[in-house]
């Protein structure tokens, strides 16, 4: 069974940062795309930047600038640089992956448990 697990999250002042990661543990082939989500209270969740296997970046327009995704394929690691936060930042941050777990099935996808980053101003 693939595990996506989350660290680096916390209470920050706006203004500061937080460098949160996620490690894949497990048995399977590779991973694929790599992503942060984020769910706000009483919000949808919503996909906050993303990584290919080749380091191809993409991100929501409201943390371009600010954020910086990245990958360490020998560690199955991602990781999310979050730079000037903002209160608007507060939300439960998820993990997320692509996973082949043998290399001639499909990708299932996974979600960590989820790790609290929390904004004050």
């Known amino acids: 069974q693939v595990q996506l697990v989350e660290s680096g999250g916390g209470l920050v002042q706006a203004g500061g940062s937080l460098n949160l990661s996620c490690a894949a543990s497990?048995?399977?082939?590779?991973?694929?795309?790599m992503g942060w989500y984020r769910q706000a209270p009483g919000k949808q969740r919503e996909l906050v930047a993303a990584?290919?296997?080749?380091?191809?970046?993409n991100y929501d327009d409201s943390v371009k600038g600010r954020f910086t995704i990245s990958r360490d394929n020998a560690k199955n690691t991602v990781y999310l640089q979050m730079n000037n936060l903002t209160p608007e930042d507060t939300a439960v941050y998820y993990c997320?992956?692509?996973?082949?777990?043998?290399?001639?099935?499909?990708?299932?996808?996974?979600w960590g448990r989820g790790t609290q980053v929390t904004v004050s101003s």
């Open positions: 990584i290919t296997s080749g380091a191809r970046t």
């Open positions: 497990g048995m399977f082939f590779t991973i694929n795309d």
């Open positions: 997320n992956a692509d996973v082949k777990i043998t290399a001639w099935r499909l990708a299932n996808n996974y």
